[in-house]
């Protein structure tokens, strides 16, 4: 039987309905937790998420939500499931952290390889630790990231092994592929687009898992096309993998929203007309409740909470339909591929 491990417990993987792949309920960068300007309204909160979750993703189809939020960016179990409960929403929780530079508390740095994946397998067969306290909800899915965005933005050096990889973000690859293996889930990633100017940085991720024996067909490159290296991913799509189209409606690195969805949804066809149609997945990596929010309105990274989530269907979809691509094909990429690669034998 194939199954997705939410937060509310496994579910049959034919009842998952369309599927945003990476996307954050709750989002705050390593050590917002402490700021005082942070402090939120818990209730308040899971209210506005879930609203949004009502009135733009549920009218689409949208069932179910993989919180690609690392354990050090925010990752709030409780807040996950009463997000749930209250929708209905299928949500997946994930384990893994943020990239070396951005991420990765002291404390996890000093861990072995061993030591990281029975965190990671724990998270995902007894429950998440939040706040000093074991909680029962498991996640379903592992994340691993590199990149050197941080506060200036640049290419990762050269580090582990010859690669454009710290050698934390090594061992917690090598980690995260193991307890894939063992549970059977999926790995979705995180790359910095800045690092196609010095590497593939998909592809680098990928070498690290392949050596340690992980099934590539159940991992996804995130952020693969922004800005679109259609070389690269078809680099990475020849290994087996698969890759994410994310950022719709949402400005990163390219000038404008409507800049980089031209140029994405342009990239996306040329993959479907090459045949890479069963390996691409959809989302928009937004933030639903960021409490900087609460701070300012001004910062350029809370770009990712103003879009709609009915743009997908009032502009992307009709985009790519002007484009040729069917509805067969966007229930492919949106419902079959990442069930496909979500799902977990048990």
């Not at 939020?69 to 409780?78: D, F, L, M, N, S």
């Not at 959809?282 to 933030?287: E, N």
Request: proline share 6%; aromatic share 8%; with cysteine.
């Amino acid at each position: 039987m194939q199954i997705f491990r939410t937060v509310l417990g496994d579910i049959p993987a034919e009842e998952t309905g369309r599927i945003l792949t990476h996307e954050h309920l709750l989002y705050g960068y390593p050590g917002a937790e402490l700021d005082h300007r942070t402090v939120f309204d818990h209730p308040a909160a899971v209210e506005r998420v879930s609203g949004q979750v009502i009135n733009g993703m549920l009218p689409n189809g949208y069932k179910t939500l993989i919180d690609m939020t690392p354990a050090e960016v925010g990752r709030h179990p409780q807040f996950m499931v009463d997000v749930a409960e209250r929708t209905g929403l299928n949500v997946v929780a994930i384990t893994g952290f943020f990239p070396e530079r951005m991420g990765v508390p002291y404390y996890w740095r000093r861990q072995t390889i061993e030591e990281l994946t029975e965190f990671f397998v724990r998270d995902l067969t007894e429950g998440m630790v939040f706040a000093w306290q074991q909680t029962p909800y498991k996640a379903g899915a592992i994340k691993i990231a590199t990149g050197q965005e941080s506060v200036f933005p640049k290419p990762s050096p050269v580090g582990a092994y010859g690669r454009h990889v710290h050698e934390v973000e090594d061992r917690l690859i090598r980690a995260a592929g193991r307890a894939a293996m063992e549970v059977g889930c999926g790995i979705n990633t995180h790359i910095d687009p800045m690092d196609f100017e010095v590497t593939n940085p998909g592809r680098e991720q990928l070498e690290i898992l392949d050596e340690v024996g992980m099934d590539l067909s159940k991992v996804i490159i995130g952020h693969a096309f922004v800005p679109p290296q259609v070389n690269m991913m078809r680099e990475v799509l020849k290994m087996g993998a698969n890759v994410q189209l994310d950022h719709i409606g949402i400005p990163w690195r390219i000038g404008s929203a409507e800049e980089l969805d031209e140029a994405m949804a342009n990239a996306l066809v040329e993959l479907i007309e090459d045949g890479y149609l069963d390996r691409i997945v959809l989302s928009f990596d937004r933030w639903f409740f960021n409490p900087r929010a609460t701070v300012t309105d001004s910062d350029p990274q809370l770009e990712n909470e103003k879009v709609d989530l009915n743009y997908m269907f009032t502009s992307w979809v009709p985009r790519l339909k002007s484009k040729g691509v069917t509805d067969e094909q966007l229930d492919q990429i949106m419902i079959h591929n990442p069930r496909r690669i979500f799902s977990i034998a048990v």
